[in-house]
């Protein structure tokens, strides 16, 4: 049996971070994922977001409560958990969340700080959700040149495989 989870989406919020009673560290947090829906009726696709919640541990955890912030494009690889806890009503809630074992940012602190800024703005909020188009980066000189030289490449987020 395989239960393995790869996502790739923006956090929803800063993460935080907290201290079990025996001092390991705990992130919770949501990363938005992008999903494309059936076209309406204009012939356009309808985009929408999941809101999957995640758990981080230990230097994971320490990682993404220091570097990571709302808004951050991030790549995770993890598990599938369900786990169960009673109310204080007596009755049983469950919860369904990625164990992450890997978790890594995907975009430079240059990228990240840009795009905060134009969140702070309002270019960009979760409550009117969309995934921002991609613009190409300027880059240090390559050792090839066959990469900074010629015409540029527009990649739709529809032409990629994620």
């Known amino acids: 049996m395989i239960n393995r989870v790869v996502l790739v989406g923006r956090l929803t919020k800063d993460v935080e971070v907290r201290k079990t009673q ?8 949501t990363v938005a994922c992008d999903r494309r829906t059936s076209r309406s009726q ?3 696709n309808q985009q929408t977001a999941d ?4 758990v981080a541990w230990r230097q994971s ?5 220091q570097y990571a912030r709302k808004g ?5 690889e993890g598990r599938i958990q369900t786990r169960s806890y009673d109310r204080q009503d007596g009755t049983k809630q469950y919860v369904t ?13 240059a990228q990240s700080t840009a795009r905060a800024a134009q969140v702070d703005n309002g270019y ?3 409550n009117n959700y969309q995934q921002p188009s991609y613009q190409p980066q300027p880059s240090a000189p390559a050792v090839q040149d066959d990469f900074t030289s010629g015409d540029t490449l527009d990649i739709s987020n529809d032409d990629l495989p994620f």
């Open 61 to 65: 955890a320490d990682f993404l409560g």
């Open 124 to 126: 960009n909020n979760f």
């Open 22 to 29: 025996t001092g390991l560290s705990v992130a919770s947090f």
């Open 97 to 109: 969340e990625v164990l992450c074992d890997n978790v890594s940012l995907l975009e430079s602190k």
């Open 51 to 54: 809101f999957i919640n995640c």
């Open 42 to 44: 204009d012939g356009s």
């Open 72 to 76: 951050a494009l991030v790549g995770v």
